[in-house]
């Protein structure tokens, strides 16, 4: 398959492709490159080809331009310098060829599937997800290395070829492109091969459904999103897309990456039993071999060859097809039809909102009352504007010194393998965290105590000053009750007393 660069969604439109004058199958470009097939077209008014070097006798990717000269001067730029670069995580460049009404690149033609339709099927385990990663920031490193960005990094330009290969492809050579834009957008293509998603706020608009947001508008972590995640490569994910952090060089994330374990043969291609395999990988070539990214030596990261080999998607892929944006106007693919582009459906394997039975929710309180215990189940009926509170407490924030906390337990009906849990205060500004259980211990003071000390407190979780939407990563084993319990609560600025309003309590699971 090879790949045509799908663009990034720009407020400066899209242009037309142009068809007058267009070269028709079997005909030889510049004496050498015959055209085979038509792939189709993409975002940017370009056309692709699937052709042969008649000299070579090797198949290649031809990328046309109408019309050349000026308009197709960053095309042939890029081409020109990436040329210059051979690396085996970067797609060749053969020629690039000026011909006044038209321009176009000859390229190596990459027989695989994109980064963008894998995670259609469901995201990648950590391993899988690292190594692609990894090759990537190889690639890119490469570039940065002789003064070029790439510029254009996403999940239509990320290439798992069926020899092996993880392959970069379409560098741009504008003035946006700057090696933070490029650090930036491999955060989000890790972030995209472990979630399914795209950060669109913090990588661009693209075809691939947004990442999970909060209500306030902030980007899920992975380990939100989706079950089985490293704790530490969560946390380089994140601070990848967070912009108020520095960004390291292509060649120290390199030098990261590798350091998260050396892959043993196999480990890539190997299937699993369910769980964070959201792809069938059975179709693996049992001949290739597959090797890990290399520890770093010194400062300098050894070329290596990651094992993704021919991913199984229902069919088979004899040739590519993989271009065009269906959210893009004016481009077109091969599956698209004259009603329209088709539309693009949430990933499988993503996580689902659990609907909660409100008669398994209750307050749980083990000294004093259970303060308006009637309301507990208006923290799970999907309705904001309803929510539980505690009565109003004088002096202390730790309910006036009465008590050591008080909290919403919950039974989802059976243990559920739970993504993330979202608790959103009407009153924000308390201290909590939340708690997992594997018994239901009964209700009263006493029962309550027995709860509060047996249940485990899940990782991360424990804050103070709650904001109003709080996101946290569920526990790594299946469970089936919670508890989110407060500590400290929030003053309120009209009586001056402290309490909390729990809006809802929102249960992902896989």
């Known amino acids: 398959m090879a790949e045509l660069d799908e663009g990034l969604e720009t407020s400066g439109g899209i242009p037309q492709v142009l068809t007058f004058g267009t070269p028709s199958v079997g005909e030889i470009l510049a004496e050498r490159y015959q055209l085979e097939e038509h792939i189709g077209n993409d975002s940017l008014g370009r056309q692709l080809y699937r052709g042969i070097d008649v000299i070579l006798r090797r198949p290649v990717a031809v990328v046309l331009r109408y019309p050349g000269g000026e308009s197709a001067k960053e095309m042939l730029g890029a081409a020109v310098a990436a040329s210059r670069i051979v690396h085996p995580h970067l797609v060749g460049v053969y020629d690039a060829i000026d011909e006044g009404h038209r321009a176009y690149v000859v390229r190596e033609w990459v027989d695989g599937i994109a980064l963008r339709d894998i995670v259609a099927s469901g995201p990648l385990d950590a391993g899988r997800s690292v190594a692609i990663a990894w090759a990537v920031t190889d690639a890119v490193a490469s570039l940065h290395g002789t003064g070029m960005a790439h510029g254009n990094v996403h999940p239509g330009t990320v290439l798992v070829a069926h020899d092996g290969r993880v392959v970069l492809t379409d560098a741009r050579a504008d003035d946006l492109a700057t090696p933070e834009t490029d650090i930036r957008s491999i955060g989000a293509v890790l972030y995209c091969a472990l979630t399914g998603y795209w950060p669109h706020r913090e990588a661009g608009t693209y075809s691939v459904p947004d990442g999970v947001r ?42 990261e990456l590798a350091s998260f374990g050396q892959f043993e043969d196999g480990d890539l291609a190997d299937a699993g039993s369910g769980g964070d395999n959201a792809l069938d990988f059975e179709a693996f070539d049992s001949a290739s071999q597959s090797t890990a990214p290399p520890r770093p030596a ?69 000294k004093g009352q259970q303060d308006n215990a009637d309301d507990a189940a208006k923290t799970v009926d999907g309705n904001q504007a309803t929510a539980w509170s505690t009565d109003r407490y004088s002096n202390k924030a730790n309910f006036g010194g009465l008590k050591d906390g008080m909290g919403v337990w919950i039974d989802l009906g059976e243990p559920k393998q739970i993504v993330s849990v979202q608790v959103d205060l009407a009153t924000p500004g308390a201290s909590g965290e939340l708690r997992s259980g594997t018994a239901d211990l009964g209700s009263g003071q006493a029962q309550d105590q027995q709860t509060v000390d047996q249940y485990k407190l899940i990782e991360g979780t424990a804050k103070d000053g709650m904001g109003p939407n709080n996101l946290y990563a569920g526990p790594a084993e299946p469970t089936r009750y919670l508890l989110v319990w407060i500590t400290k609560l929030p003053k ?17 699971v896989q």
């Open 492 to 508: 309120e600025s009209s009586s001056g007393r402290y309490r909390v309003s729990i809006a809802e309590i929102t249960v992902r």
């Open 298 to 366: 010194g400062r300098k990261l050894a070329v290596g060859v990651v094992g993704l080999l021919v991913l199984a998607l229902a069919g088979t892929l004899a040739a590519a097809k993989v271009l065009g944006d269906p959210t893009v106007p004016g481009e077109t693919t091969p599956s698209a039809t004259s009603s329209g582009a088709p539309q693009q459906a949430k990933p499988a394997g993503q996580p689902t909102v659990l609907k909660i039975d409100g008669s398994k929710v209750r307050i749980v309180s083990p």
């Open 214 to 255: 909060d209500s306030s508008g902030a980007l899920a972590a992975p380990r939100q999103v989706r079950a089985g995640v490293p704790t530490h490569l969560d946390s380089l994910v994140t601070d990848l897309l967070n912009p108020d952090l520095p960004l390291p060089s292509a060649e120290s994330l390199a030098g």
